[in-house]
């Protein structure tokens, strides 16, 4: 998972904490942001008063799912950021889209100076998510120098979190020399968690592709998994049969299990592997994978896939892996996919 704020024009904070630059993580890599260490306490709660503009909250009562959700998001943030959270329950509209929802809204101010030099605060807020298993959603993504904002998920339980700050003017290199205002060194965090279940339609499958799993009612069954990349498909022959089909990331909704839909759409034939259903030797969820690729039949050279299937395949195959550790085939035998694991070479 992927969490970072692309503005860099804070760099006159950094020097002051003694850092030499300010750097953006690369958007291609999607490292997952290293485990913080706990917030001092000097890192007093700051008040929220005056935040950053949002939509009304009509009070009322919420889903027992969400409620959930919001306490433990609340915990987040009073344990990653040590600041006092403000929460309000009722009817909104989201701050990612305008869209009209029930749930709770989260704000809380910080310090980007009592930060130091521990990351961002969205980042931060991400990890503690991810740590207890919560998903990212790649359809919540934006960056920009004002603010970021991700989506986490675990099933219909959807959290929005976001960040908001004045990201300064990066052609003024001259505030580089100064330390930043009071209005620069504030950042606002929101977090809105809803009921949310995850449509088919806006996941990023062309219809050309997923019209065949659709027909075959699979949407009801499974919902497009945006954790690991956008759009979550590969292209391939992956049966060899000449005619293109494609390896589309799903999850099943009743137990959150993930695996791979290997839709045939040429031919109107889907087959799912993992998300619930058995992969031999290696259980039935792919929830391990941070990757996935595609190793083209016949091709001896490859910079990102450096493993090769020991078995003949009927086509191309899909490569599935986690960063820096375990890699494994899913291949067409002829007969069925079949699965073979590597360990991932560094």
Same mark, same amino acid.
């Given at each position: 998972?992927?969490?970072?704020?692309?503005?860099?024009?804070?760099?006159?904070?950094?020097?002051?904490? !003694?850092?030499?630059?300010?750097?953006?993580?690369?958007?291609?890599?999607?490292?997952?942001?290293?485990?913080?260490?706990?917030?001092?306490?000097?890192?007093?709660?700051?008040?929220?008063?005056?935040?950053?503009?949002? $939509? /009304?909250?009509?009070?009322? /009562?919420?889903?027992?799912?969400?409620?959930? !959700?919001?306490?433990? @998001?609340?915990?987040?943030?009073?344990?990653?950021?040590?600041?006092?959270?403000? =929460?309000?329950?009722?009817?909104?509209?989201?701050?990612?889209?305008?869209?009209?929802?029930?749930?709770?809204?989260?704000?809380?101010?910080?310090?980007?100076?009592?930060? !130091?030099?521990r990351g961002e605060p969205v980042d931060i807020v991400g990890q503690e998510?991810?740590?207890?298993?919560?998903?990212?959603d790649l359809r919540y993504d934006a960056d920009g120098p004002d603010g970021?904002d991700v989506g986490v998920r675990q099933r219909e339980s959807l959290c929005?979190?976001?960040?908001?700050?004045?990201?300064? *003017?990066? $052609? +003024?290199?001259? $505030?580089?020399?100064?330390?930043?205002?009071?209005?620069?060194?504030?950042?606002?965090?929101?977090?809105?968690?809803?009921? *949310?279940?995850?449509?088919?339609?806006?996941?990023?499958?062309? +219809?050309?592709?997923?019209?065949?799993?659709?027909? @075959?009612?699979?949407?009801?069954? #499974?919902?497009?998994?945006?954790?690991?990349? #956008?759009?979550? #498909?590969?292209?391939?022959?992956?049966?060899?049969?000449?005619?293109?089909?494609?390896?589309?990331?799903?999850?099943?909704?009743?137990?959150?299990?993930?695996?791979?839909?290997?839709?045939?759409?040429?031919?109107?034939?889907?087959?799912?592997?993992?998300?619930?259903?058995?992969?031999?030797?290696?259980? +039935?969820?792919? $929830?391990?994978?941070?990757?996935?690729?595609?190793?083209?039949?016949?091709?001896?050279?490859?910079?990102?896939?450096?493993? =090769?299937?020991?078995?003949?395949?009927? !086509?191309?195959?899909?490569?599935?892996?986690?960063? +820096?550790?375990?890699?494994?085939?899913?291949?067409?035998?002829?007969?069925?996919?079949?699965?073979?694991?590597?360990?991932? =070479?560094?």
């Amino acid at each position: 998972m992927r969490f970072h704020r692309s503005a860099c024009w804070r760099q006159r904070l950094v020097l002051l904490l !003694g850092l030499a630059a300010c750097k953006r993580q690369p958007e291609a890599g999607r490292e997952p942001v290293r485990t913080a260490a706990p917030v001092s306490a000097n890192q007093a709660p700051v008040s929220v008063d005056s935040g950053p503009e949002l $939509s /009304a909250v009509t009070p009322g /009562a919420i889903a027992r799912d969400v409620s959930v !959700g919001c306490d433990s @998001a609340a915990q987040f943030v009073r344990r990653a950021l040590a600041l006092e959270v403000r =929460r309000q329950e009722g009817v909104f509209d989201d701050s990612f889209r305008g869209t009209r929802r029930v749930g709770c809204r989260l704000t809380a101010r910080g310090s980007f100076t009592k930060l !130091g030099n521990r990351g961002e605060p969205v980042d931060i807020v991400g990890q503690e998510f991810e740590s207890r298993h919560w998903a990212h959603d790649l359809r919540y993504d934006a960056d920009g120098p004002d603010g970021s904002d991700v989506g986490v998920r675990q099933r219909e339980s959807l959290c929005l979190v976001m960040g908001r700050w004045d990201g300064g *003017d990066d $052609s +003024d290199t001259s $505030s580089a020399a100064r330390p930043p205002t009071a209005e620069e060194d504030r950042f606002d965090v929101i977090i809105e968690c809803v009921h *949310d279940m995850p449509s088919n339609a806006d996941a990023g499958v062309p +219809d050309s592709i997923w019209k065949t799993a659709a027909s @075959a009612g699979l949407d009801s069954l #499974y919902a497009i998994a945006v954790r690991v990349q #956008y759009p979550p #498909y590969i292209d391939g022959d992956f049966d060899g049969d000449g005619l293109p089909d494609a390896a589309v990331l799903v999850e099943q909704r009743s137990t959150g299990k993930l695996g791979i839909a290997f839709v045939h759409y040429r031919v109107g034939r889907v087959v799912v592997v993992g998300a619930g259903n058995a992969i031999a030797g290696d259980g +039935d969820d792919l $929830s391990w994978i941070d990757e996935f690729d595609a190793l083209r039949k016949g091709v001896s050279f490859d910079n990102v896939i450096r493993d =090769r299937p020991t078995s003949p395949t009927a !086509g191309d195959a899909l490569w599935v892996a986690r960063r +820096d550790s375990i890699s494994a085939f899913l291949f067409w035998n002829g007969r069925g996919y079949t699965w073979e694991a590597h360990t991932r =070479r560094k």
